[in-house]
């Protein structure tokens, strides 16, 4: 039984461009590659917290890092990261409980997602780099 | 009767809970943190030194930590094993991952208990 429903004929497409990743899927690859970004730069994420507290004046050296544009930009991409991953985060932790499991609802939260986080973004960019 | 194949040493539910709980841990702690920035705003480094120098707030950073450093193993062992193929590779970046990550806690708790 179980050869017979292998040997049966199935769809197949490998012109894998030719598939648009819908949006749950975007935000699911967005997910592993902001926790896999944000790994890879906790050494520097790290070293700038330790600064900040060590003392008056490596507080004031990690300040002036980060009064640099670029500098400035590169954080205000991390905290998207985070905000991304934070937000996904949570919408994965409702997905477990079976809340919003159907295509419309899934297709709507992972809109709230980039929505959110985006938001979040600009404001504690805003709050924290102005 | 339970009718399963026996492989390997486990099936991976004590980390599947393992991530969301230390999930859990940090996304409460990234409301607590930010509400607290939002009320005080700290604008230099006396203020900013308070903030972290606070038991309760020690308490839940270091809480924090522990629970991202455990949380990034999870995630990145996943993605060594999902797109690194050959063993030995895999087990290197796998032992590396967790060299990098004890050492982060290490340093973690040198920045805090300075406070």
């Known amino acids: 039984m179980a050869e017979i429903a ?14 648009r990743l819908p949006l749950p899927g975007i935000l699911s690859i967005l997910h592993r590659v ?5 790994f890879l730069l906790l050494p520097v994420l790290l070293w700038l917290f330790q600064q900040s507290l060590a003392s008056p004046e490596t507080y004031a050296a990690a300040k002036a890092v ?26 994965y932790l409702l997905l ?10 899934a297709r709507l939260s992972s809109k709230i997602v980039f929505a959110v986080s985006v938001a979040l973004t600009l404001i504690v960019g805003g709050k924290v780099l102005l | 009767m339970i009718n399963r194949i026996v492989v390997g040493a486990g099936y991976g539910l004590k ?12 996304a409460v702690y990234t409301l607590i943190l930010l509400a607290t920035l939002g009320a005080i705003g700290p604008s230099n480094y006396d203020a900013w030194r308070a903030i972290f120098a606070n038991g309760f707030m020690q308490f839940m950073t270091f809480l924090f930590f522990v629970s991202l450093f455990y949380h990034v193993w ?37 920045i805090l208990w300075r406070l």
Not at chain 1, 14 to 19: E, F, G, M, V, W
């Open chain 1, 6 to 19: 292998i040997k049966k004929k199935r769809p197949k497409n490998l012109d894998l461009p030719s598939i």
């Open chain 1, 34 to 38: 902001s926790g896999a970004v944000l």
């Open chain 1, 66 to 91: 980060t009064n640099n544009f670029l500098v400035k930009l590169v954080l205000l991409g991390l905290i998207w990261l985070y905000m991304h991953h934070f937000c996904a985060g949570i919408r």
């Open chain 1, 96 to 105: 477990d409980l079976h809340k919003g499991i159907d295509l419309a609802s």
């Open chain 2, 15 to 26: 980390d599947w809970v393992a991530q969301r709980a230390t999930a859990l841990v940090m």
């Open chain 2, 74 to 110: 999870i995630g990145m062992r996943d993605i060594w094993m999902d797109y690194i193929k050959p063993d030995g590779l895999r087990l290197v970046l796998e032992i590396a991952t967790i060299a990098a990550l004890v050492g982060y806690a290490g340093w973690a708790v040198k």
